[in-house]
Nanobody
Framework: QVQLVESGGGLVQAGGSLRLSCAASGRTFSMYAVAWFRQVPGKEREFVAALNRDSGSIYYADSVKGRFTISRDNAKFSVYLQMNSLKPEDTAVYYC????????????????WGQGTQVTVSS
């Protein structure tokens, strides 16, 4: 089992940058694939980016390719999302997620979730 706590959200102007962090508990963190999802009110939670256990496989939603970068530091039990060139449509609550299987993680199948952090991009 793993527990996740996000931080780093806030208010930023369009074109700006933010770096989200996700701190994980549990000595087995390195055995989990990790991902970021986001959700706006009234819409389903959507996939943003995912990373497998050893950072060898990385996936991004088309809407964030070239602007967002996911990374992890297993020694620090942490996951990061560097967000550049932010747009107003990136406004959402961002959630960190984990699952032992990368495919299941990306399909949102029984993921472990953090509590979320709000990102607001003003125009």
């Amino acid at each position: 089992q793993v527990q996740l706590v996000e931080s780093g959200g806030g208010l930023v102007q369009a074109g700006g940058s933010l770096r989200l962090s996700c701190a994980a508990s549990g000595r087995t963190f390195s055995m989990y694939a990790v991902a970021w999802f986001r959700q706006v009110p009234g819409k389903e939670r959507e996939f943003v980016a995912a990373l497998n256990r050893d950072s060898g496989s990385i996936y991004y939603a088309d809407s964030v390719k070239g602007r967002f970068t996911i990374s992890r530091d297993n020694a620090k039990f942490s996951v990061y999302l560097q967000m550049n060139s932010l747009k107003p449509e990136d406004t959402a609550v961002y959630y960190c997620a984990a699952h032992r299987a990368l495919g299941s993680l990306m399909n949102n199948e029984n993921n472990y979730w953090g509590q979320g952090t709000q990102v607001t991009v003003s125009s």
